[in-house]
């Protein structure tokens, strides 16, 4: 089970304490395990994922290759699923397995910018995938963060290139489908290529999604799915938000102008025997949350799964739309829990420390009135770069505005909020789909 450090302090009313309910149930909701268990299921030797069947007695090896922040959970449920009948597989994790992977070796790679372990990951998984023939059934479990994990650079470029563009794009405000579009179009492995390496083997992609809509071209770059992107979408990735990034620039519009192949399609033959599954994404978590708001007497209202854009402005929407409850009882009367996912991204422009949920959790704090508590977390424990899950806040954590206004305009609401012991911290979660907010609406009839 998930648990806050310091919940006691946190849940100081009902109000508070829903709110945490609420954000620690849509993050164990989604957690690898419970997914492979809703929608994983093996009858003899037939294993079902959704609506698919797959009969292992019609191949030869099972093999399981991945990447992600999620990917060691979902990698040991396998494993408890299927024991011996797995015979080797690779993923790449950016912390050892706790506990240690059985059947399944991996290599520690680097988030949220590659590094040298994420090259060799990608490598090894390769190298494993070239080695598949037709009478191989390939289980990819892919998750949010396969990305950076997963990164092995065209041969023109180098990690260090990658390494830069990446950061230039994340500083720049870029989402994460923009951001893909660069790396798969810079990368061997991602945008369908890892589909290419292991064919003609039967793909089937496990995933677990972090990204707004679920598209599984975007989820971790897509190494096993068609990319419907190019490289001239690459390069106005890059003039869009003014990245120079020369050596990848100049990859790109080689690629742009037909030096170098695409990316594969949904035409490619590469595609024939796969077949893709998401077992988990931020509605999951959004579920569980309006489940556990319900039992606990608020009516739960679902503003949207897809909340995209600045941090700061969507804290000021949904502050607004807390009073809009009170004011005239819409979209929902008081008591009620007002709940959205998403990926916000946050423009940097300051020298402070701060995520996404930071900047949304104080910019909210500014407006909010007495009654309203918002809670705000990523559902992997970790707040953009910062080494906490989220924040709590209340009409009573901003003391001085110009203060808090400054803050935000330094991009330090990290500082800020843990001064005013706001900051939700929390183990690592095991899990990585979008963030997850939930703002309580008190009211007479709250319970207590």
Do not use: W
Request: hydrophobic residues 40%; negative net charge; glycine residues 10%.
């Amino acid at each position: 089970m998930v648990e806050f450090d310091a919940r006691e302090r946190h849940a100081r009313t009902p109000a508070h304490e829903t709110a945490l309910a609420c954000l620690a149930a849509g993050i164990e909701a989604a957690h690898p395990a419970r997914a492979v268990e809703r929608t994983v299921s093996l009858d003899g030797e037939r294993l079902r994922v959704a609506d698919e069947t797959y009969d292992l007695d019609a191949f030869d090896t099972l093999v399981v290759l991945g990447a992600g922040k999620a990917v060691a959970g979902l990698t040991r449920a396998l494993e408890r699923l299927l024991g011996d009948r797995l015979d080797e597989g690779c993923v790449v994790v950016d912390a050892p397995p706790e506990p240690p992977l059985e059947r399944v070796g991996h290599v520690v790679g680097e988030h949220p910018v590659p590094g040298d372990g994420s090259v060799r990951g990608a490598r090894r998984v390769l190298d494993i995938a070239r080695e598949c023939d037709e009478s191989t059934l390939v289980l990819a479990p892919l998750t949010g963060g396969g990305s950076a994990l997963l990164a092995a650079p065209a041969e023109d470029l180098s990690l260090a290139d990658v390494r830069d563009v990446t950061e230039s794009l994340l500083a720049a405000g870029a989402d994460v489908a923009e951001l893909n579009a660069v790396r798969k179009h810079c990368s061997a492995v991602k945008g369908g290529l890892l589909a290419r390496a292991c064919a003609p083997a039967t793909v089937v992609s496990l995933l677990v999604s972090d990204v707004v809509g679920d598209d599984p071209a975007v989820i971790a770059s897509g190494p096993t799915v068609p990319d419907p992107t190019t490289f001239g979408d690459a390069v106005d990735v890059l003039d869009r938000y003014g990245v120079s990034a020369s050596a990848v620039r100049a990859h790109l519009e080689r690629g742009r102008d037909g030096a170098t192949a695409e990316t594969p399609n949904a035409d490619d033959p590469a595609f024939d025997r796969t077949t893709t599954h998401v077992l988990a994404s931020g509605r999951t978590a959004l579920e569980a949350a309006r489940e556990t708001a319900a039992a606990r007497g608020y009516t739960p209202c679902l503003l949207s799964a897809s909340v995209e854009g600045e941090a700061r402005e969507a804290g000021r929407f949904h502050a607004a739309v807390a009073s809009e409850v009170y004011e005239s009882g819409q979209p929902v009367a008081p008591p009620a829990v007002l709940l959205s996912g998403g990926e916000c991204t946050v423009t940097v422009r300051g020298d402070g420390v701060g995520g996404p949920n930071a900047e949304f959790a104080l910019a909210a704090a500014l407006d909010v009135e007495s009654g309203v508590v918002v809670g705000s977390g990523d559902t992997d424990g970790r707040d953009g770069s910062t080494d906490v899950a989220g924040v709590l806040v209340d009409a009573g954590t901003v003391t001085d505005p110009r203060e808090a206004r400054a803050a935000l305009a330094d991009n330090d609401s990290h500082t800020y909020l843990d001064a005013r012991g706001a900051l939700l911290r929390t183990s690592r979660t095991g899990t990585n789909v979008n963030d997850l907010r939930v703002v309580v609406c008190e009211g007479d009839d709250s319970p207590r």
